[in-house]
């Protein structure tokens, strides 16, 4: 079983950055995808990151959010830079293993002025 924290999140002004965390012992070994899910919309995933540190971004976020990670470390980064108020949401980070998802409990990003 692998359990995901989530840290980062807070309230920012539109243009403002934040860095989110995700830490979970041993996902170091695998893709770290993260998510985001805004209130009555379904979840969406914004980013993902290779063990090889290869990153893929939704159109949503590219050239704003950078996804991290340093080889051998059990940490994830989702740098979010020139935010939005659509940036609003609740972030979650996720890893699969075996087949079975497994998902922190969240940090609340707030966009607004």
């Known amino acids: 079983q692998v359990q995901l924290v989530e840290s980062g999140g807070g309230l920012v002004q539109p243009g403002g950055s934040l860095r989110l965390s995700c830490a979970g012992t041993g996902i170091s070994s695998y893709a770290i995808y993260w998510y985001r899910q805004a209130p009555g919309k379904q979840r969406e995933e914004v980013a993902a990151?290779?063990?090889?540190?290869?990153?893929v971004y939704a159109d949503s976020v590219k050239g704003r959010f950078t996804v991290s990670r340093e080889t051998g470390k059990d940490t994830v980064y989702l740098h979010m830079n020139s935010l939005k108020s659509e940036d609003t949401a609740v972030y979650y980070c996720?890893?699969?293993?075996?087949?079975?998802?497994?998902w922190g409990q969240g940090t609340q990003v707030t966009v607004s002025s």
């Open positions: 996720n890893v699969k293993v075996l087949g079975t998802d497994y």
């Open positions: 990151i290779t063990r090889g540190g290869s990153a």
